[in-house]
């Protein structure tokens, strides 16, 4: 024991002196910045990325290199997503609707591919052809979907009722690549940046697209490194081996601005909440009563979690989906105030009685329910499932936290009804505001039953009115009717508790301008960014 | 001797088959599925218990598992180890890529290991129990305390981030080389240190070296002449677990020094539920294990061929 003690302490003695050491060594940021581009033979930029998600694809699926999750502008859409979530022109330069299910869309002119085909409504329909081969993705593309109407004109007609075409062709999945190249060997499309090397794992690289149809990059060249590890991305910015760092964690963010690095967060692209079991299935009963659905909600002081959880780096949104989607419909959506005595007293009208641990019993039963951390993963979700712990604590409800290893443990639980709580981030890629309520919670769902219908479905007037958003061609309606289905799903029936809007934080040197972070990751843009003077 | 390799080489083929039935079955034991976690990636949302069929069946995840077991050895037996769940890469092509990087750094940190060791522990016995003894003895104790991945950042930290003396990440060339085989090797280094003095002492107390002593040797010549060369025997025999261990070992610094090789491969296999490039890593590297430790097996035997005729005897 003593050998221990001595051992930690000398190890936290050596590791002190080390760290001062190194402090004392620390150089001042040296004070570079400005608004005028360096150099063109400067314009190279090197940015820290996460892990390396690309898939090289295989039978009916496309590979993603260049193109997803991680979008280096190689490829782009026929439509692309501004930070508002507004569909703008891309390489189509107008669309309408034609019903009952056909959307025609106008192509861009002029357009070359960077292996100097021409970009025309061929190259549309071969990118359309090989998403139906995959299973038609969230538009529903079919063999037949896509018709060329002239060189320049194109129709597209999904295999099911679908409004919300362009919305979702925002999306790099539907990103057009050239007739007649391999994607996983040489990734060839339209965009700003051309594709140079790709070592898996390591790094990417693209180089400026000088026959690009839009304004010119003013960045030669741009290294992607993949740097999975948080930490390690930090690390490698402050050792001034990249340029830009992405997504990195709030807690680090404050000492990176006090070295004289610039941080730039998006607007909320993805949303943390809770959903509600109130299925009352598998002996998971308690939160059948829709009062302490409710006190849960009450309990949970938004402001803490902010400010302590994500260090200030989350908006107070509880819509569900970024509000910014919803324009003023957002302002249906009342969600919870931090009202402790509301809660208490709403336990007590259900006949939760304080216990003597200050557990709340009911017939002898404690108030305990279980939370389950997994969806997209439980790290994610950093510290949240203890501080909702905590909080729930104190209106007298015992949480126990339980963390799944991934996505498909997450959905075998939920598969089960086994838990209460179930602790999501959700994000929104496209601009369809509609598009989560109506997979996660309409009792048909839009493609079917993923799993989470049985437990968490309202049915009743939510069916009605996300079918209606669905449906509708309007997007006013459309905002509306998904903004009255969130106030069904959240005020009146409780089965989803809002807890922050989730945004990304990147960090960059001082020498990098001209980087907008959109709200969702995918749609991050580089072709306005350059090392200043 | 012939009889002894023979026997030691086909002993290989049955370790060789209870590593793929275990990297095989171990991973399936695991929680999660494949099939989920690959459709939720390409397709971007959940997926519906027909579209988790159809994924299942793309994978040849849902035909039974003696037959995914077998169609997968007699793959691995032609050296195909099949394609990664994750990447739609080959497994083999993906682990021969990468064994390269992880090979220079394992051997990078034994050499630097022995860099370090061998004198120290040498020091160390020749001064037994002086203040130097003592201070060495702390020292690998830390040495063997201290976590690779918090060396590992304390070295990024003071050589990278403050000082800008080496590279953090990434191998682009030997600078990139120092501080993850720095990380690798210190822990490694204060064991075989220990293990260096030990075998030192034990050499110092036979006869033969009183003897050498008696007629006068010179104390250096004792040491380094008759004694270190005797006791260097374990030590090199101890390397080659040395590199095993160190290869074994590699995966955190590969992570956390974005090092391109298998371990890091292998760890974010495990997070990406990608069963086909587990299974490719653990076959992979076990047999480089089996393989090393048949070569360190070869050595020992010819420095010391008793063990041969012990063996035939069946003398343990």
Not at chain 1, 168 to 174: D, F, G, K, R, T
Not at chain 2, 7 to 13: D, E, G, M, N, P
Request: with cysteine; net charge negative.
């Amino acid at each position: 024991m003593r050998t221990s003690h001595t051992l930690r302490t000398g190890i936290t003695t050596l590791s002190l002196l080390l760290v001062f050491v190194a402090s004392c060594m620390r150089g001042q940021p040296d004070g570079r910045g400005g608004t005028q581009p360096a150099p063109p033979e400067e314009q190279e930029h090197v940015v820290g990325a996460g892990a390396d998600r690309y898939t090289s694809g295989g039978g009916s699926d496309q590979g993603t290199i260049g193109l997803y999750p991680l979008n280096i502008n190689i490829f782009e859409g026929l439509v692309r997503m501004d930070a508002q979530y507004n569909v703008l022109p891309s390489l189509a330069t107008s669309w309408e609707f034609l019903p009952p299910n056909t959307w025609r869309f106008e192509l861009r002119r002029g357009v070359r591919f960077h292996d100097g085909q021409r970009f025309d409504a061929e190259a549309v329909k071969h990118t359309f052809n090989l998403v139906a081969e995959g299973g038609g993705g969230t538009p529903g593309l079919g063999e037949d979907s896509t018709e060329i109407i002239d060189d320049y004109t194109i129709e597209v007609t999904p295999m099911f009722e679908n409004r919300r075409l362009p919305q979702q062709l925002v999306h790099p999945n539907y990103f057009i690549v050239a007739p007649g190249t391999e994607p996983n060997d040489d990734p060839v499309g339209t965009g700003p940046f051309k594709f140079v090397s790709y070592r898996p794992q390591e790094e990417i690289v693209v180089a400026r697209n000088d026959d690009y149809w839009g304004e010119l990059p003013t960045l030669r060249r741009i290294t992607f490194r993949f740097i999975p590890n948080d930490n390690g991305r930090r690390l490698a910015l402050e050792a001034r081996e990249v340029d830009m760092a992405l997504d990195i964690p709030p807690d680090a963010v404050g000492e990176l601005e006090a070295r004289g690095f610039t941080v730039e967060v998006g607007e909320p692209g993805a949303y943390e909440a809770i959903y509600l079991n109130k299925s009352g299935r598998s002996g998971y009963t308690i939160l059948t009563d829709e009062r302490v659905r409710h006190a849960i909600g009450y309990a949970i002081d938004r402001e803490a979690l902010v400010e302590g959880v994500f260090e200030g780096y989350a908006a107070r949104e509880q819509t569900m989906v970024p509000s910014r989607l919803l324009g003023e419909a957002a302002g249906r959506i009342e969600g919870y105030e931090h009202d402790p005595a509301q809660a208490e007293a709403l336990l007590e009208e259900a006949g939760w009685m304080p216990g003597p641990d200050g557990i709340r019993q009911k017939g002898g039963e404690p108030l305990r329910l279980e939370l389950i951390a997994g969806f997209p993963s439980a790290e994610e979700h950093g510290a949240v499932p203890e501080f909702l712990q905590d909080q729930l604590r104190r209106v007298g409800i015992d949480v126990e936290i339980i963390r799944t290893p991934d996505t498909a443990s997450y959905e075998a639980r939920l598969d089960r009804f086994a838990g209460d709580l179930w602790l999501e981030q959700g994000s929104q890629n496209d601009a369809n505001p509609a598009f989560l309520p109506a997979l996660l919670f309409w009792s048909i769902g839009l493609f079917g039953n993923i799993g989470y219908q049985p437990v968490f479905a309202p049915k009743g007037r939510f069916d009605e009115v996300i079918a209606r958003a669905v449906a509708t061609p309007d997007e006013e309606e459309l905002k509306e009717l998904t903004a009255e289905a969130l106030h069904i799903l959240i005020d009146q029936e409780a089965i989803v508790i809002p807890l922050a809007g989730v945004v990304t934080v990147n960090v960059l040197d001082q020498n990098v301008e001209g980087f907008e972070a959109a709200p969702s990751g995918l749609h991050n843009r580089y072709d306005t960014v350059y090392i200043a003077e | 001797m012939v009889a002894y390799i023979a026997r030691r080489v086909a002993y290989l083929i049955p370790t060789w088959i209870g590593i793929t039935l275990l990297a095989f079955f171990l991973v399936r034991l695991a929680p999660g599925d494949a099939a989920h976690s690959y459709f939720v990636r390409v397709h971007d949302r959940q997926p519906n218990q027909a579209e988790l069929a159809s994924t299942r069946a793309r994978l040849g995840l849902d035909r039974p598992l003696p037959i995914q077991y077998l169609d997968w050895l007699g793959g691995a037996v032609r050296g195909d180890l099949g394609t990664s769940y994750y990447s739609g890469r080959e497994v083999t092509d993906e682990l021969v890529s990468r064994f390269p990087a992880t090979l220079q750094l394992a051997t990078a940190a034994t050499l630097i290991t022995l860099v370090i060791a061998i004198p120290l522990g040498v020091v160390a016995a020749i001064r037994r129990n002086s203040l130097l003894d003592h201070l060495l003895r702390v020292a690998a104790l830390l040495g063997a305390s201290v976590p690779a991945f918090w060396l590992a950042l304390l070295l990024i930290i003071v050589f990278s981030v403050e000082l800008q003396w080496l590279p953090a990440l990434g191998r682009d060339g030997l600078q990139h080389l120092v501080l993850p085989a720095l990380a690798l090797a210190l822990g490694e280094a204060a064991v075989v240190a220990r293990l260096m003095r030990s075998s030192l002492l034990e050499v110092l107390g036979e006869d033969y070296i009183m003897t050498a002593r008696a007629k006068g040797v010179p104390e250096r010549r004792v040491v380094i002449r008759h004694a270190l060369r005797n006791s260097l025997g374990a030590v090199v025999t101890e390397v080659g677990m040395v590199f095993a261990i160190l290869l074994a070992y590699s995966a955190v610094i590969e992570i956390i020094f974005v090092w391109p090789g298998i371990g890091r491969l292998a760890v974010e296999a495990i997070g990406q539920r990608d069963y086909t490039m587990l299974q490719g890593f653990v076959v992979f590297s076990g047999t480089v294990f089996v393989l090393v430790s048949l070569v360190v097996d070869l050595v020992y035997l010819w420095l010391d061929p008793r063990v041969a005729l012990a063996q035939g005897r069946g003398v343990r």
